[in-house]
């Protein structure tokens, strides 16, 4: 590993930490295509997947006490599962440039709902009777680009859960996408010892910038920080462009 890849690894988790640590989600939105922006997307999957299954872990004894009933867990797991297993065979067989393309294209569907403000809410046809169907789908998304927060957050949404609750169910799925995703890339060969080793040196920024950005973020009123946000997937997302087009 040289020593642009552990800047690019530093830097993309600590962009992904601060946003994180300020908004309460985005870091794989935010790291993943930054790295993706500097190397392979399938590598910048990888690495994220290490950090992801630590943080639920520490997410799920954070929110232990809010443990709530999932409805159809077991088949929301089956379903989970093989979206995510689907999802990184798709990473491990499509060529690079159409994944590139994917997630810019995801990125930049992001960006409008945060800049015309448009919100994900539960009140469609999809997450009231296709939740299994969001789940698979988030799955998916999940194994190949490992961003699909966007996707799960309506479905859980739904379930009108408290602030707590909601953080926990979350963390319950998300921790069964990154285990799924842990085991299909090791038998996929998407993650070896060197991978492993980027992977783990990944949390390093994120112990560091993640409790620093919680703390900075009563510094932020909501117009500024949009505002920041919104700037820095910009810059991201044409970054991204120009690696397509180039």
């Not at 859960?161 to 285990?179: C, G, H, M, N, T």
């Not at 009563?218 to 044409?238: H, K, T």
């Amino acid at each position: 590993m040289t020593t642009e890849s552990i800047i690019i690894i530093f830097v993309a988790l600590a962009a992904g930490s601060l946003v994180k640590g300020i908004s309460g989600l985005g870091l794989p939105l935010t790291a993943i295509p930054v790295m993706a922006s500097f190397m392979d997307v399938e590598r910048a999957v990888a690495i994220m997947v290490i950090p992801g299954v630590l943080i639920n872990i520490w997410l799920l004894w954070t929110y232990r006490a809010s443990a709530v009933q999932i409805p159809k867990l077991p088949l929301v797991c089956v379903i989970g599962i093989l979206g995510v297993v689907a999802g990184a065979l798709i990473l491990s067989s499509v060529p690079g440039w159409y994944l590139l393309l994917a997630m810019a294209i995801w990125l930049g569907a992001y960006l409008l709902t945060l800049i015309f403000r448009l919100k994900l809410t539960s009140a469609g046809p999809v997450t009231k009777h296709m939740p299994l169907f969001v789940v698979g789908a988030a799955g998916v998304i999940q194994g190949a680009i490992g961003t699909a927060g966007p996707v799960l957050a309506p479905y859980v949404h739904s379930l009108n859960l408290k602030q707590p609750q909601y953080v926990f169910v979350v963390s319950v799925l998300f921790q069964i996408f990154a285990l799924t995703q842990l085991v299909s890339f090791i038998w996929l060969g998407l993650i070896d010892l060197e991978r492993a080793y980027e992977s783990m040196l990944a949390c390093i920024p994120i112990a560091i910038f993640l409790p620093l950005a919680v703390w900075l973020s009563r510094f932020f009123n909501d117009r500024a920080f949009n505002a920041l946000i919104v700037g820095l997937l910009i810059v991201i997302e044409i970054r991204l462009i120009w690696r397509i087009m180039t």
